[in-house]
């Protein structure tokens, strides 16, 4: 095998020492509610996906699930979700170099898991984010390597690589077109290959779907228990209000600049902001090229008999067609992070091509061709090389972390509730956050989570925080988490306290008498 068994333990080991030895660093924005999620996932209480800015929940719950091991043993160490995410990342990677190295040990094999490598390297601190929008990218690559895998004639890997789909599909529900589509090709690839051959697939198609449905339980469970729920809430988003939010020409204007990503000096990691992208035609031009020679190399290697390459040649074709459709759906503005998980699959392209390009030239021209040996070695050694950008992302993240200007006030403030809490013998607050402030509130309400605090939230929290934390009546008091301007209007009621003054952040509370649930 490509890599043991032990290494791959090893690697989990390894983040899971660095999570524990890393000091507590306080989460905000984001990254907050991901850590809320984690620990609700531990308790068994989460059922939905990760939130979205429209209201409704990502398909499911699935990579919280996967983080909540390691945090729970951490000690419920935020430093765990970053230790949680490089594992993830690194795996991805060591599932996309085996995958091509099951099929292809030549030029494949070196220059794909490379160019994911260097995706990595261009993107700082990537490898270890645990942001939904960046730990599902490397395993959609894998996702697409292991479907050309299975449908060259490979069914025993059918429910591996439906698992990693249904990873990628309930974190982002950006790449389900992409995860649904190449899933409906490869079953219906792997059916025509077995009826061609008399040979008979049910027992595995049986054990793939058997695993779907566990893997979906959640979100079906959340579905049947909250009249359609967030089910409901994407098919009402969707399909039913569904329309065309771009047009075709600003779809491929932000792919081409998804597509380019690595290769443009203005690259760098998104995290959620607006982006103008540049109008040079040939960024346009060079993308199109790209994916348009995919096919190409296609129906050549299939004329050659190469199955898998010209499978992987396609199933990459279908990947970037499937993110221009999502594109247009996009509603609102397109964000830097809708376009960056194409960025991975623009130098994949560009692998897939070389690799094509050098292996016709040294079977024509030369009659050389890469051996086995020194592309596996090549392969163990770029995975080595991820490894290493993985580990200096992990150091970044928790270096970044632990200098935040606004870590002391998020535990100061954290302090300030907790003390009131205790002197005032408050047993189940209900907390109003401000939206100026929900960034810092969100940093707060994790540390009252994982001290075991009781409290609930106003009905228009619950979309951001779930329904886990939903009032039932017997809040016995009502705290404040606000901005300058919402201090100001509470500090005018009667019995009003200030717990807590810190700009930006401000904390006022009352007693239940004049507590009310919005």
């Known amino acids: 095998m490509l890599f043991a068994p032990h290494g791959r333990q090893a690697l989990l080991f390894g983040a899971f020492v660095a999570s524990r030895d890393t000091p507590p660093i306080t989460t905000v924005s984001d990254i907050a509610v991901i850590e809320l999620y984690t620990d609700l996932a531990t308790k068994g209480r989460l059922l939905v996906g990760p939130y979205s800015r429209f209201g409704w929940h990502h398909p499911g719950p699935m990579y919280f699930y996967l983080q909540a091991p390691m945090y729970a043993l951490s000690g419920h160490k935020a430093a765990a979700l970053y230790a949680g995410a490089l594992t993830i990342n690194l795996g991805a990677l060591i599932l996309l170099t085996l995958a091509i190295a099951r099929e292809n040990r030549g030029w494949l094999l070196v220059l794909v898991p490379a160019a994911a490598v260097v995706f990595a390297w261009r993107s700082p601190r990537f490898l270890a984010s645990p942001w939904t929008a960046h730990v599902a990218v490397l395993p959609l690559a894998s996702f697409v390597a292991l479907c050309a895998a299975t449908a060259s004639r490979r069914p025993t890997l059918l429910p591996l690589t439906l698992a990693v789909g249904s990873f990628v599909a309930q974190t982002h529900l950006e790449f389900a077109p992409v995860v649904g589509t190449l899933s409906a090709a490869t079953i219906a690839a792997l059916l025509a290959a ?21 893997l979906w339980l959640f979100p079906i469970g959340e579905a049947l228990s909250h009249a359609g729920g967030n089910v409901a809430a994407l098919w009402h988003f969707f399909v039913a209000e569904g329309r065309q939010a771009h047009t075709f020409r600003e779809a491929v204007t932000a792919w081409s600049y998804g597509l380019s990503g690595v290769f443009r000096t203005d690259f760098t990691l998104p995290w959620g902001g607006h982006f103008v992208p540049g109008s040079s035609w040939w960024v346009v031009a060079c993308s199109l090229i790209g994916v348009l020679l995919l096919p190409v ?15 992987l040649a396609i199933a990459a074709f279908v990947a970037c067609g499937s993110g221009l459709w999502t594109l247009t759906r996009v509603r609102d503005d397109i964000l830097d992070h809708e376009i960056f998980w194409l960025s991975a699959f623009g ?11 050098l292996r016709a030239l040294g079977a024509r021209r030369t009659g050389w061709k890469w051996g086995s040996r020194p592309a596996v070695a090549g392969a163990i050694l770029t995975v080595f090389l991820g490894a290493a950008i993985g580990l200096r992302d992990l150091q970044n993240f928790a270096t970044y972390e632990l200098t935040r200007l606004d870590r002391r006030r998020i535990v100061a403030a954290y302090s300030s509730i907790h003390d009131y809490l205790r002197d005032r013998g408050i047993r189940k607050p209900l907390i109003e956050i401000d939206e100026a402030v929900w960034s810092q509130a969100a940093g707060v309400l ?6 075991r605090t009781a409290f609930a939230l106003p009905a228009d929290a619950l979309p951001l925080f779930t329904d886990s934390f939903a009032a039932n009546g017997v809040e016995d008091a009502q705290i404040s988490i ?3 301007v919402r201090h100001r209007q509470l500090m005018t009621r009667p019995d009003n306290t200030v717990v807590f003054e810190s700009d930006p952040v401000y904390i006022d509370a009352i ?3 004049r507590a009310q649930v919005r």
């Open 297 to 311: 190399i296609a129906l050549t290697d299939l004329k050659a008999g190469r199955r898998f390459e010209a499978c």
């Open 347 to 357: 130098p994949i392209n560009a692998a897939i091509i070389g690799a094509a390009v």
């Open 511 to 513: 007693r239940a008498a």
């Open 482 to 484: 606000a901005s300058r």
């Open 194 to 214: 077995h009826t061609e051959h008399n040979q008979s697939i049910k027992p595995t198609l049986a054990a793939a779907a058997s695993l779907c449905v566990l």
């Open 446 to 451: 994790v540390k009252l989570q994982r001290d």
